[in-house]
Structure formats: structure tokens, C-alpha cells
């Protein structure tokens, strides 16, 4: 018996299947295309040339330079030389610049701005947001409330040293203490009221009397008498509508309670003296500078 006899011959076209149906249509056992399979073959080729001209095999630590030597990296990085190069005398100017006088020099200005931009959307939008409205835990550069002052000298020494971190020894450092320890369960609740009292809040009268004795003896120090706080310790202004972790009677509890500790790195070992000074001309002009 022959072999064809063995096969499945499609009764319409005369050609042998491949044996698999669907729905009752049989799969015809075609050759593919010539010209599929020329293209197919190239592109094995291709690949094959690719992975050795261009970098491809990753390594350990590292991948396949490829014959041609080319790297992404370097381009990218040719390309930020060129541009460093050609902003070079303008960047130089702003480094040395005095940033209370920059608007006598609006093409400084403007370039200042511009600069500051691209880096603060690379470095603080994290913690900021790209808008600079921040978030929970990071404070809002749109507003005119500021824990260290929003003068230009002000901004970038924040910018420049950072808040509560042990990188920089001149970091701005303030602490608020933990009160679990200190206030009852009934004090914590007290002083919680009093805050809301002064802040314009829905409060407990009762409880904000009692508590106005406890924030004069424990509080007062850092906040003021009157609870609008003190840019020389970062103690913020209790009396107005901006909270940095919020103003509910839940939050203020747990600050009271545990206290807060947000921490900012220092820049100045990071970016560039015009960099510093792009940023902080930048974060100046959202809005919110004084």
C-alpha cells in the first residue's frame, strides 16, 4: 500500500490535509509561500548580524558591547555635554548671581526658571508633585506657608541642606516630641480640641479650655502663644487651614501622640551651584515665594 493511500485528500481542491478539522473544514497541508519563507530566513539573519554588531547578551553586570560599539548611554550623555557646553556662560552667570536681584536680569531670569523647572521635575516631583501642590507629608510650594521661610536666601538653604537628615550637618532640625507618654488619654484629647479651636475648627468647648492651659505649658514653646508657629524651629502655624498631614480630630491625635519627623535630603552635594539656584529661583515664582 502506497503512502498515498494513507493520506486525507480534500475532495474540492485534490490536496492532502493535515488531518485537523474544525466545525467540519479541513486544514489543507499547503507549502508556505516562497517569498514568506525568503523573509523569514532573513530576519534570522538579521537578528544574528544585530546581536553581534550592537550590544545585546546581557552578562553578569554588564551586557555585550557589540562590534559596533554603540551605546544609548553615551549618546544620551553626548547630548547633555552639548547642551552643558552651549549654556555654559549662562549657567556660569547664574551660579554667581544674587537671586534678590535676578529680575534686573530677565534673560537670566528666564533661563533660571527654565532650568529650575527640568529640575525640580527630575529631583522633588517625587515628594512635591509635578504641579508642586504636595501631598500628605509634603508640603505644598503654591501656598504662602512656610515651615522655614519662602524668601529666595531661605529656599535654597532648605534646598541646599535639606531638613532632618544625617547627611548634611547643616540641615534644619527640629523635633516635636512624642506625647504618649507625657498627656492621658483625656490630655491628648484636650490639647487635640484646643488646636481645632484655634484653627477655626468644630471643637469640644470643654475640652479646648482644659487644653489651652496644657498647649500654653507644653506647646507654646515651639508654636507660640497663640499658636502660629516659628520659622526658626519649623514649627507651623496652627491657627490657619494648611495642614501638612492634615487637621481631622484622628490626625491631630496622632501627631500629638507620636509626633512627626519628615525628612528632606540635602541637594548641595548633588546638583550644581547653578542648579541650586535654578531651583530655587524656580520654587520662588510658583507662587508662594515672598
Known amino acids: 500500500m502506497s503512502s498515498q493511500d494513507h493520506k486525507d485528500i480534500d475532495d474540492v481542491t485534490g490536496t492532502d490535509t493535515t488531518g485537523h478539522t474544525w466545525d467540519g473544514i479541513k486544514e489543507l497541508n499547503n507549502p508556505l509561500p516562497r517569498w514568506w519563507l525568503w523573509s523569514f530566513y532573513a530576519t534570522i539573519v538579521w537578528g544574528i548580524g544585530y546581536t553581534i554588531a550592537y550590544p545585546a547578551w546581557p552578562l553578569v553586570s554588564s551586557a555585550t558591547a557589540g562590534l559596533l560599539g554603540y551605546s544609548t ?48 521635575r527630575t529631583n522633588c516631583s517625587q515628594c512635591h508633585g509635578s504641579g508642586a501642590a504636595g501631598a500628605v507629608g509634603y508640603p505644598n510650594l503654591l501656598d504662602d506657608d512656610w515651615l522655614w521661610g519662602g524668601d529666595f536666601d531661605s529656599i535654597e538653604y532648605t534646598i541646599r541642606h535639606g531638613i532632618r537628615n544625617e547627611e548634611d550637618w547643616d540641615a534644619r532640625w527640629s523635633e516635636m516630641p512624642a506625647y504618649d507618654d507625657i498627656f492621658s488619654n483625656e490630655e491628648v484629647d484636650q490639647v487635640v480640641q484646643y488646636v481645632r479651636l484655634i484653627s477655626g475648627q468644630s471643637h469640644d468647648a470643654a475640652l479646648a479650655s482644659a487644653g489651652e492651659e496644657l498647649f500654653a505649658e507644653h506647646c507654646a514653646a515651639c508654636h507660640g502663644e497663640d499658636g502660629a508657629g516659628n520659622r526658626d524651629l519649623g514649627a507651623p502655624n496652627l491657627t490657619d487651614a494648611i495642614w501638612l498631614y492634615g487637621g481631622s480630630v484622628e490626625t491631630l491625635e496622632e501627631t500629638v501622640r507620636y509626633a512627626r ?8 552635594n548633588r546638583l550644581t551651584e547653578a542648579q541650586i539656584k535654578a531651583v530655587t529661583a524656580y520654587v520662588h515664582q510658583l507662587g508662594g515665594g515672598e
Do not use: C, H
Open 73 to 120: 548611554r553615551a549618546e544620551v550623555a553626548a547630548e547633555i555635554a552639548r547642551f552643558e557646553d552651549a549654556n555654559a556662560e549662562i549657567s556660569a552667570q547664574l551660579a554667581s548671581a544674587d537671586l534678590n536681584t535676578l529680575n534686573e536680569n530677565p534673560e537670566l531670569l528666564r533661563f533660571a526658571n527654565s532650568a529650575g523647572a527640568a529640575v525640580f
Open 261 to 268: 519627623f519628615g525628612v528632606m535630603p540635602p541637594w548641595g
